[in-house]
């Protein structure tokens, strides 16, 4: 209606006084929020040059696409909804994921209601893709701040994200939500097969769509094959997912998923799972030479070497990683890190009579009633 208004040479305030109503009513009716009475149509029309028929059809089909693209004083545009997600997503590795699921959250609670509000054409197109961004990252959210224990909620997000990035045929953001569920059997639950089978399909799948996202599905099935002690089909997938990798080019629409240091951060851990600890210290090195100073993919890297080094006997060197990694734990409460970090001082228990040991089991349990 908009266009009309502005073609027929009137200015919200114009049209308001000629049709005797407030300027904020014609407003409402460009953005959607309201359609104008029956009996005001007929003049509305000959202000706008058309026919009161085609005036009807238009309000009628395009009121909700309106308030989508362009926003209302209650409801952000789509453009507005994608740049909170995406901004919430640039910050997960270094804050709290429990800060971050509220903002996350009311994006995603507002483009579902968008979607049922009856969206149509490229409005909804749009808002199916953030919908599938934004479900993907609650779910990734909500299973960091509960500490990987909340399988359930984590699930239904992932399967929303999938649901949606379907409907609008994004493979590779349907893979991106699967490979995401494909971690809470991997890690949270402890099924590598159910892990491994679930990125097998999504390195099938995704292939052709996003060679980062096959390339990452990969990388986690070696880790599954690394968890059913399975060396030899573990390096076929890391093979692959290393060639994948090293292939993707920045006009991937997934590359941003794909960190530096990501591969031998997961291949140190694959090897950390066979018990191969020179290879595993040799990767996690790599890695921790990469990563972001205080970021929770670092402490993961760290909590791994702490494990490494104590089963390779340097007691001394694991609890300099384990500190390392529990000084970015206290500020980024990453789940994953944490995880791993309890699972080396569990392992540090027959040294606890050392003074070191004594002093990192402590920050420990602080960690843990904090």
Excluded at 81 to 94: I, K
Excluded at 167 to 186: K, N, P, T, V, W
Aim: aromatic residues 4%; glycine residues 10%; proline residues 2%.
């Amino acid at each position: 209606m908009t266009k009309l208004r502005r073609a027929a040479g009137h200015t919200q305030e114009s049209l308001a006084a000629a049709l005797l109503v407030a300027r904020i009513t014609v407003y409402r009716w460009e953005a959607g929020l309201t359609v104008p009475q029956a009996g005001m149509l007929p003049d509305l029309a000959e202000l706008l040059s058309v026919s009161p028929a085609e005036l009807d059809t238009l309000f009628a089909t395009s009121s909700v696409d309106d308030r989508v693209q362009h926003g209302t004083p209650d409801q952000p545009s789509v453009a507005d909804l994608r740049q909170v997600v995406e901004g919430v997503g640039h910050r997960y590795d270094q804050t709290p994921a429990a800060s971050l699921l509220v903002i996350a959250g009311k994006a995603l609670a507002q483009v579902t209601e968008s979607v049922r509000g009856g969206a149509r054409g490229r409005a909804r197109y749009e808002l199916c893709a953030v919908e599938a961004e934004a479900a993907t990252l609650a779910g990734q959210l909500i299973w960091d701040a509960s500490q990987r224990r909340d399988h359930h909620s984590a699930h239904a997000y992932f399967q929303q994200a999938v649901d949606a990035a379907e409907e609008i045929g994004d493979a590779a953001a349907a893979g991106a939500a699967r490979l995401r569920m494909s971690y809470l059997f991997l890690y949270g639950q402890r099924d590598p097969r159910s892990g491994r089978d679930l990125t097998a399909h999504v390195a099938d799948v995704a292939v052709g769509a996003s060679r980062t996202v096959a390339g990452l599905a990969h990388l986690h099935n070696a880790e599954a094959h690394a968890m059913l002690g399975d060396a030899s089909e573990c390096e076929k997938a890391l093979g692959r997912a290393e060639t994948l990798l090293a292939g993707a080019t920045g006009d991937d629409s997934r590359a941003n998923l794909l960190s530096e240091g990501q591969f031998n951060r997961v291949a140190g851990s694959c090897y950390l799972e066979l018990g191969d600890g020179l290879q595993a210290r040799r990767r996690l090195q790599d890695a921790a030479r990469v990563s972001g100073r205080s970021s929770k993919s670092r402490a993961i890297v760290l909590g791994n070497l702490a494990l490494t080094h104590l089963r390779g006997g340097d007691v001394d060197a694991s609890v300099a990683a384990l500190h390392e990694a529990i000084d970015i734990i206290e500020t980024t409460r990453g789940g994953g890190a944490m995880t791993i970090a309890f699972r080396a001082g569990r392992e540090l228990r027959p040294w606890r009579a050392s003074t070191r040991v004594h002093e990192v089991q402590d920050r420990l349990l602080s960690l843990f009633s904090g």
